[in-house]
């Protein structure tokens, strides 16, 4: 489950989580259906399969997430 920090709004998901990566992503039909406002905005440079180096324009946002037993996820 992921939460609005403020809201309290609720929206039940399913999480990748990725160890090895620096960065979370989360779609932007989430973000609407929470309605979770946009902290920050930057551009951020990322290297796909094969090389190819992409500059992409990313927003910071915070949401805390509930795993299935209820308990927040840390």
Same mark, same amino acid.
């Given at each position: ?6 809201? @309290?709004?609720e929206v039940n998901t399913?999480?990748f989580f990725d160890s090895?990566? +620096? ?7 989430l973000l ?11 551009k951020?440079e990322?290297t796909t399969? @094969?090389g ?16 299935? +037993? @209820?308990?927040?996820f840390a």
């Amino acid at each position: 489950t992921i939460t609005h920090p403020k809201t @309290g709004k609720e929206v039940n998901t399913m999480v990748f989580f990725d160890s090895g990566s +620096n960065t979370s992503y989360v779609s932007n039909t989430l973000l609407e259906a929470l309605e979770i406002p946009i902290v920050a905005q930057r551009k951020m440079e990322i290297t796909t399969f @094969g090389g190819h180096k992409e500059t992409v324009e990313t927003q910071d946002v915070t949401i805390h997430l509930r795993l299935t +037993n @209820g308990q927040p996820f840390a």
